[in-house]
T-cell receptor, first 110, second 111 residues
Framework: EAAVTQSPRSKVAVTGGKVTLSCHQTNNHDYMYWYRQDTGHGLRLIHYSYVADSTEKGDIPDGYKASRPSQENFSLILELASLSQTAVYFC?????????FGPGTRLTVL | GDSVTQTEGLVTLTEGLPVMLNCTYQ???????LFWYVQHLNESPRLLLKSFTDNKRTEHQGFHATLHKSSSSFHLQKSSAQLSDSALYYCASTGGYKVVFGSGTRLLVSP
């Protein structure tokens, strides 16, 4: 019974298209995060949220939007996908210190 | 702002040799939490160790680390590397809800 799930697990998108990545957690955590992982850059924070209906910008928010409609759900939206957004995306929830990661979504933008 | 530095991008070892992965941090918080996360191939990161207490050794799954606030360090060690330790290791710090990750150290253990 995975506590943080992500969908889809992989996606191929076209340049300029809209992409929505979804995350669901059953940890009852208030804090949720979106990271991207690229070789050589480690994990970089895109957006985070500490309460429903509110999101905050992380370190690399440009080109991304986030939505937190409920405590359990947190989405990452790429309005106009670009080649440079090809990466693995991880969602996480926290307690608020320890991070619990989802399985990741591999996004390829062509 | 806060930062975490992992100086080695890649560490290669022979099985049975000791492991030491370096981590130093800068933070505005006087009482930060420090973490080591491990990520095996095609998996997501998971917590390996965490510490909040100065000069106290923390151990888990054969790995250990000691938070030294005087030197802002939290190095990861293991006495004898195993093939299954091959993975990507992230050091991270937080004083609140935002965690700062280092760039990661890939550990490759060979027979």
């Amino acid at each position: 019974e995975a506590a943080v799930t992500q969908s889809p697990r992989s996606k191929v998108a076209v340049t300029g298209g809209k992409v929505t990545l979804s995350c669901h957690q059953t940890n009852n955590h208030d804090y949720m995060y979106w990271y991207r992982q690229d070789t050589g850059h480690g994990l970089r924070l895109i957006h985070y949220s500490y309460v429903a209906d509110s999101t905050e910008k992380g370190d690399i928010p440009d080109g991304y939007k986030a939505s937190r409609p409920s405590q359990e759900n947190f989405s990452l939206i790429l309005e106009l996908a670009s080649l440079s957004q090809t990466a693995v995306y991880f969602c996480a929830s926290s307690d608020p210190y320890e991070q619990y990661f989802g399985p990741g979504t591999r996004l390829t933008v062509l | 702002g806060d930062s975490v530095t992992q100086t080695e991008g890649l560490v290669t070892l022979t099985e049975g040799l000791p492991v030491m992965l370096n981590c130093t941090y800068q933070t505005i918080y006087s009482n930060p939490f420090l973490f080591w996360y491990v990520q095996h191939l095609n998996e997501s990161p998971r917590l390996l160790l965490k510490s909040f207490t100065d000069n106290k050794r923390t151990e888990h799954q054969g790995f250990h680390a000691t938070l030294h606030k005087s030197s802002s360090s939290f190095h990861l060690q293991k006495s004898s590397a195993q093939l299954s330790d091959s993975a990507l290791y992230y050091c991270a710090s937080t004083g609140g809800y935002k965690v700062v990750f280092g760039s990661g150290t890939r550990l490759l253990v060979s027979p």
